[in-house]
Structure formats: C-alpha cells, structure tokens
C-alpha cells in the first residue's frame, strides 16, 4: 500500500469510527470521535483533488476575463483583467494556488459588479457567464 495523505486520513478516520468511537463510553467524548472521523473523512476527499481544482478554477476565471476584457469601459480595470487573462498560476502548492485564486476572485468580483450596473446585452451576458461559474465552483468544491 502507498501512504499517502488521502489515505493516511482514511486510514485515521477508519480507526476512529471502528475502534475508538464505539469503546468510548463519555456521550461527549464519542460524538467528538465521530465528528473528527467525519472531518478526516471530508478531508482526505478533498486533498485528492485539491490542486486540479484551483487549476480548473483560475483557468475559467483567466477565460471569463478574456472573453469580457474587451468590453470593459473602466479603462484601468480593462487592463487588469487583460492583464489576468494572461497570467500563470504560479506553482502547484495549494497555497500558491489558493492565494493566485483570491487575487483572480477579487478582479471578477470587480468586473462582475461592472458588468452588473451596465445596461446591454453583452453586459447581461457576462453576468450570466460569472454567476453560472461562481455556481460551478461550489458545486465542485461541495463534500462528497
């Protein structure tokens, strides 16, 4: 077997709802047990695919600026989403990718709140094209 975090946790988990939980005779003390095993459980799910993720995520994001950047009358905020579209994720450690993730977020929900007080088709077009992404995001972050 490969010890990985994934299973490692499953592994922690197991053990907590099989042989600690069930012997514990504190109320108290065994719900805190199967709590931590459910947690461990809803963690080991999500390191798996933690870091495809934020890829797919940053990359829809890079996606929606291109598509938009070009209509985008704030002249400064114009440049910045460009500027996104353009741009890398700077590694693959969850922590780079969750703090490019934020940086890339708070631009959206700049351009989102452009795109919201505009007054024409192409605007009404984008908002859909964000919420329905915003709306995918959670879905695919949801436990499992």
Same mark, same amino acid.
């Not at 709802?17 to 461990?40: H, Q, S």
């Not at 192409?122 to 959670?138: K, M, P, T, V």
């Given at each position: 077997?490969?010890?990985?975090?994934?299973?490692?946790?499953?592994?922690?988990?197991?053990?907590?709802?099989?042989?600690?939980?069930?012997?514990?005779?504190?109320?108290?003390?065994?719900?805190?047990?199967?709590?931590? *095993?459910?947690?461990?459980?809803?963690?080991?799910?999500?390191?798996?695919?933690?870091?495809?993720?934020?890829?797919?995520?940053?990359?829809?994001?890079?996606?929606?600026?291109?598509?938009?950047?070009?209509?985008?009358?704030?002249?400064?905020?114009?440049?910045?989403?460009?500027?996104?579209?353009?741009?890398?994720?700077?590694?693959?450690?969850?922590?780079?990718?969750?703090? *490019?993730?934020?940086?890339?977020?708070?631009?959206?929900?700049?351009?989102?709140?452009?795109?919201?007080?505009?007054?024409?088709?192409?605007?009404?077009?984008?908002?859909?094209?964000?919420?329905?992404?915003?709306?995918?995001?959670?879905?695919?972050?949801?436990?499992?």
């Amino acid at each position: 077997m490969n010890l990985t975090i994934e299973t490692t946790l499953n592994g922690i988990a197991h053990m907590l709802r099989e042989r600690i939980a069930p012997a514990v005779n504190d109320k108290f003390a065994g719900e805190t047990a199967r709590l931590a *095993e459910m947690l461990l459980t809803l963690s080991a799910g999500w390191v798996d695919d933690a870091a495809a993720i934020r890829v797919a995520e940053n990359a829809k994001i890079r996606a929606l600026f291109a598509e938009s950047g070009s209509f985008i009358t704030d002249v400064d905020l114009a440049r910045r989403i460009v500027e996104a579209a353009a741009s890398r994720d700077p590694g693959l450690k969850i922590s780079e990718l969750d703090q *490019e993730s934020n940086r890339l977020r708070r631009l959206l929900a700049e351009m989102h709140a452009h795109v919201e007080a505009g007054n024409n088709e192409r605007s009404r077009g984008c908002n859909q094209h964000i919420c329905r992404a915003l709306s995918d995001f959670e879905a695919t972050r949801a436990p499992r």
